[in-house]
């Protein structure tokens, strides 16, 4: 199992970033997937989660309003739209899936290598 996290960058605050997570060797729309981030010297933390099939959706609070995940189960995609990004943003960012997911790291079986997301102006 791979998955493969991308799209992460420079941006200024109140920009924005799409970041995707490719998945293989698991059936995609058989697993919940989450996003989830990490600051120097932080816990790991939960950003937003989507079903396996789509329609069940959940968003840290501090995500709420800004981003947006999606997935595209065709594609074994699972993407992460952040707007207005703001310097508490600055993270490594994780997807990771899960036979039946929520907003605990511990409940994922595979995660994603990271990828940097850094908001300076």
């Known amino acids: 199992v791979q998955l493969q996290a991308s799209g992460g960058g420079l941006v200024r605050p109140g920009g924005s970033l799409r970041l995707t997570c490719r998945a293989s060797?698991?059936?995609?729309?058989?697993?919940?997937t989450a996003w989830f981030r990490q600051a120097p010297a932080k816990e790991r933390e939960f950003v937003a989660a989507?079903?396996?099939?789509?329609?069940?959706?959940d968003y840290a609070g501090f995500a709420k309003g800004r981003f947006t995940i999606s997935r595209d189960n065709a594609e074994s995609t699972l993407y992460l739209q952040m707007d207005s990004l703001k310097h508490e943003d600055a993270a490594v960012y994780f997807c990771?899936?899960?036979?039946?997911?929520?907003?605990?790291?511990?409940?994922?079986?595979?995660w994603g290598e990271g990828t940097q997301v850094t908001v300076s102006s």
């Open positions: 990771a899936a899960a036979q039946y997911g929520g907003s605990s790291p511990n409940v994922y079986d595979f």
């Open positions: 989507i079903s396996a099939d789509g329609t069940k959706i």
């Open positions: 060797g698991l059936n995609f729309d058989d697993y919940d």
